[in-house]
């Protein structure tokens, strides 16, 4: 990093606390992946766009990169396993998940508080990481179950 210290960067930034989403996608011909991620954010209305930022040294990279859509995820407290699976190096496969079959190609797991299932809009580089813009298509939101939190490095409970 050029001026910033590179740690107490990423601490600082770990102030803002997030929700947490699993993104899934399937590139025809392979089996379907998900990565966990906190950098899921709305974007537009009119048209329905949302975003999230893929680092470059994933090992998902290849498949993000040539995929015509994902679904956004978003995870119930009760999903912490899941987002602790998806976010291991080289074990990307949904086996054993709860999922279903997206009108985008991609399969959207049943149990999150809610799904985004989008086409590509654009890809944008930015630095290490790939600003992936998605077209929602369809959306659900099944439950109204607590939902898992970020903060500082850490997963948390939101005060009731
Ligand atoms: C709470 C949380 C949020 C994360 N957010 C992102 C993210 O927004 N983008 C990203 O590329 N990786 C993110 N990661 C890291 C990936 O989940 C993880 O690097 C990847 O699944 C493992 O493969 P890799 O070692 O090849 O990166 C996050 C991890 C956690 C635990």
């Known amino acids: 990093m050029t001026s910033l210290d590179s740690r107490a960067f990423r601490n600082a930034l770990g ?12 590139v025809e011909g392979q089996d379907p992946i998900g990565i966990t991620v906190n950098s899921f954010s709305s974007v537009s209305l009119d048209p329905p766009l949302i975003l999230w930022c893929l680092d470059k040294g994933s090992d998902r990279l290849s498949a993000f990169e040539v995929c015509d859509g994902f679904t956004i995820n978003i995870l119930a407290a009760e999903q912490l396993d899941l987002s602790n699976r998806f976010s291991r190096s080289g074990q990307p ?18 149990g999150a508080l809610a799904n985004f299932e989008c086409s590509i809009d654009a890809r944008h580089d930015a630095g290490d990481h790939i600003i992936m813009v998605g077209r929602v298509l369809a959306f ?21």
């Open 93 to 110: 496969g949904l086996e054993g998940v709860p999922v279903r079959d997206g009108v985008n190609g991609c399969p959207y797991l049943t």
């Open 140 to 160: 659900h939101q099944p439950s109204a179950a607590t939902p898992l939190i970020y903060h500082r490095g850490g997963y948390c409970a939101l005060a009731p």
């Open 15 to 26: 102030e803002f606390a997030t929700g947490v989403a699993i993104v899934t996608t399937q």
